[in-house]
């Protein structure tokens, strides 16, 4: 994987889905030393270039970017740079489903055994994202509310939809494209039960 990618993603997937609402009360914190995304390398789904130029005009590294709560960096600009630059979202902001789908597959080849992993991944979360719009919405106003006069503010669905997609696409990774470390093994007993968020409590 492309360095500058996987640290975006890395970054992207560590912070988004911070919240483990609904979580089984059994998907406590893991004591790993292992980054998740090491036990699965999942291919690259979007334009290398883009991500690349979408990180360079809102860096989410600690030090350089606006911090979220708890003290992680935002990544609401960077991702809907993405998807501005993909042309997923059109110039009235409204997402094109068929361009999200056709951006996050095009990379993969015919018979890749990860095309029907992210077709099942961007149905999923593009319908948890319908149902979170409202969220979405009232998240934006606070944010314009907060923010003042002029200052930029960006949509969290997407966030939300490129965390989501990477995150269940890896979730979801192949049997046989697993790395099967102890500390890997444990992830993947914990996510049959967990979502990918507990990783991160």
Known sequence: MNPIYGKVFLVVCSTLLASVAGAPNTCGKLDLKT?????????????????????????IDKDAADKGTGGMPKTECMSEC?????????NRGDLNEKK????????????????????????????????????????????????????????????????????????ECPVNLRSTTTECDAIWKFLKNCPFSALRQ
């Open 35 to 59: 980054d998740p995304f090491t036990c699965c390398t999942i291919p690259k789904l979007l334009d290398v270039s883009i991500v690349s130029s979408c990180f360079e005009k809102f860096p």
């Open 82 to 90: 993405i998807l501005n630059s993909t042309g997923i979202y059109n």
């Open 100 to 171: 999200l789908n056709s951006v996050f597959t095009d990379s993969l080849p015919q018979n890749s055994p990860w095309l029907s992993v992210v077709r099942k991944a961007i149905k999923e979360c593009s319908a948890k994202a319908t149902k979170k719009d409202k969220e979405f919405v009232k998240a934006v106003a606070d944010q314009k509310k907060a923010a003042g006069k002029g200052a930029t503010v960006c949509n969290p669905e997407a966030s939300f939809l490129v965390d989501c997609i990477h995150t269940t696409v890896f979730s």
